[in-house]
């Protein structure tokens, strides 16, 4: 993963979308990127996501709040000269190749055409560069849509679902592609439903639900601290053991154990009472909550699985 | 570069590269080489029997046939292609911007580093030029057709000075650039080309002469007043200001109600109408799709 500074990359204080059709995407919205890091914004379909990053882009008006990205306004010249960006479905023109597409965002962009050749070598679509956009696959699309984002050698890279559409092997590809992105000092801002995908690339994690954001953090910190998984029987016996020992608060009862959280170093003390008790353990290890878990406690969701 | 001379530069581009440009240039072509002149001059050679008897009094196909000779060839490029020729201006005015909606290219552009409006007055540039090298087509095209046809008429050739030409040219790029910026215009308020180019056809064909038709029931005082304030009247009244292409070829056409300075007053007026609103709609609007 990349080296992450102390600087925001993107700084949002309370992005707020109204739509004329009383529709809300996004309230109140705040979000911190910082550079070199691999931000995964997570939510499920319709949450907001891709509202909020038309937002920073500049594609879509606020209706209140506001942004900071790269140190500019979202959308101006300026600041959109540092950032690539794919933007749901990469769309470019079907009659065109895809190296006279990168031709075209070069000139406009500013961006040195002699870059063309590396970065279509960087997402592997050289031997097809010289045939028309429409005759691509859906996994060609998306990578002429990142070596079109790589083009102008961005400091912050926006992916919205870049996996979407795309089959495993082709996700496969993607998702190494991105991790292979987010090393050094680059900042990869990606949108996704699919937790698996973000739990593989991202180094941070904001997730969305109904427009707002309802936590931001490590992967760590979304997971929150790490459990002991119990396993013993009699279970109402051990259950009061537990309860006695940590409080009823600290102990969940999952699939015929337990999870109970309490600092690691009180393992083995735990496992002495238990044992005292006349409780037989045959499972006790550390359990980390999966982002899955995380997100559905904080969303109340299966979301993308 | 400037971001506006870049997007000139990359517009052109993919006008020029793109099938769909090229196949109505050259359709407007074949339709002015095959019906303006061929099919034409094949009637007029060739009348059908008793046809002469429908000319109106004092025509006939002999002074038809001055029409299309070279003398008159601007007259006549003028005369038969400012409405049918502005359709295919329309057609091409849609096409640049009302695809980038179709393919969702509108957000591609528009993350790049120009800003929206210098976008924008690139696209129009690069449409403005597309609409002349047509028109020049046109001419080209019809001037060699009126020397084909002398020649088979055995007629001595002569033709119009180099100054009414370049005027002839300058009258039709207005006209067929009213059509392009009002096909762009109505690409660019309803985000897709169907209905751009479904509302177009409508003005051309339909609109305009139903509203005169109406106002004609009421009396030609209203029509005097209300009429030289519509483009397709003004554009007749800037092809008017040339004259007719077969001079004593039959009825005198009626006077016109304006003068060719308030045609080009007035198609420029809606030229910068239609461009504002344009500008207005692509600085203020979100990009949803």
Redesign the interface.
């Known amino acids: 993963m990349g080296r992450v500074t102390g600087e925001k990359l993107v700084e949002a204080r309370g992005l707020t979308k109204h739509y004329s059709n009383g529709v809300v995407a996004v309230q109140d919205l705040d979000l911190n990127v910082m550079r070199g890091e691999v931000y995964g914004f997570l939510g499920p379909n319709g949450a907001g996501k891709t509202t909020t990053l038309?937002m920073l882009?500049?594609?879509?008006?606020p209706t209140s709040g506001s942004a900071i990205v790269v140190g500019h306004q979202p959308?101006s010249?300026a600041g959109?000269?540092r950032?690539g960006?794919i933007?749901?479905?990469?769309?470019?023109?079907?009659?065109?190749s895809g190296r006279?597409n990168l031709?075209?965002?070069a000139?406009?962009?500013?961006a040195d055409e002699s870059r063309i050749g590396s970065c279509l070598e960087e997402v592997d679509l050289t031997p097809r560069a010289h045939h028309k956009f429409e005759t691509y696959s859906m996994g060609m699309k998306q990578r002429l849509g990142v070596a079109?984002a790589l083009l102008?050698e961005p400091d912050l890279l926006i992916l919205d679902e870049p996996t979407n559409g795309l089959d495993p092997q082709g996700m496969a590809d993607m998702r190494s592609l991105i991790v292979e992105l987010g090393k050094g000092d680059r900042t990869v801002l990606i949108s996704s439903h699919l937790l698996n995908e973000v739990e593989l690339m991202c180094t941070r994690v904001g997730v969305i639900q109904q427009g707002r954001l309802v936590s931001e953090g490590t992967m760590d910190e979304i997971r929150g601290a790490t459990q002991l998984l119990v396993r013993a029987e009699p279970a109402d016996q051990a259950r009061r053991v537990l309860e006695a020992a940590v409080g009823a608060d600290h102990v969940t009862a999952s699939d015929g154990a337990f999870r109970v959280k309490v600092a690691l170093e009180e393992t083995a003390d735990l496992n002495r009472q238990l044992v005292a008790a006349g409780v037989a353990v045959s499972e006790l290890r550390p359990s980390e909550r999966s982002l899955e878990e995380a997100f559905m406690a904080l969303t109340g969701e299966k979301g993308g699985l | 570069m400037s971001?506006t001379a870049?997007?000139f530069?990359?517009e052109l581009?993919?006008l020029y590269?793109?099938?769909a440009v090229w196949v109505s240039v050259i359709i407007l072509l074949v339709l002015a080489l095959a019906l303006g002149y061929g099919l034409v001059w094949y009637i007029y050679t060739h009348p059908p029997a008793r046809a002469a008897a429908s000319l109106p009094r004092g025509a006939s196909f002999a002074l038809l046939k001055v029409g299309l000779y070279p003398a008159a060839f601007v007259k006549h490029t003028l005369g038969q292609w400012s409405t049918l020729g502005g359709v295919f201006a329309l057609i091409v005015g849609v096409l640049s911007q009302g695809s980038e909606y179709g393919?969702?290219?509108v957000?591609?552009?528009?993350?790049?580093?120009?800003?929206r409006l210098s976008?924008l007055a690139g696209k129009l540039t690069a449409l403005a030029v597309l609409v002349l090298v047509m028109v020049v087509a046109l001419f080209a095209v019809d001037a060699a057709s009126s020397y084909v046809v002398a020649l088979l008429d055995g007629k001595s050739v002569s033709w119009p000075a180099w100054q009414d030409v370049a005027k002839g040219i300058a009258a039709a790029w207005l006209i067929f650039g009213f059509w392009a910026v009002l096909g762009f215009s109505l690409a660019t308020i309803f985000r897709q080309s169907a209905m751009a180019i479904g509302l177009g056809l409508a003005y051309a064909v339909l609109i305009e002469g139903i509203i005169f038709a109406i106002l004609g029931t009421l009396g030609s005082d209203y029509t005097k007043v209300i009429e030289p304030w519509f483009p397709l009247a003004n554009a007749g009244y800037l092809v008017a200001a040339f004259g007719q292409a077969a001079e004593g070829s039959g009825a005198p056409a009626a006077a016109p109600l304006a003068d060719a300075t308030h045609a080009v007053a007035t198609l420029l007026v809606y030229v910068a109408t239609l461009i504002a609103v344009s500008a207005v709609l692509t600085r203020?609007r979100?990009?949803?799709s």
């Open positions: 038309r882009l500049g594609l879509i008006r959308g010249p959109l000269a950032v960006a933007v749901e479905t990469p769309a470019f023109y079907p009659y065109l006279d031709r075209i965002l000139g406009l962009s500013g079109a102008k | 971001a870049a997007t530069r990359w581009f993919k590269r793109r099938p393919w969702g290219t957000k591609t552009l528009f993350t790049q580093r120009p800003g976008l203020r979100d990009v949803t």
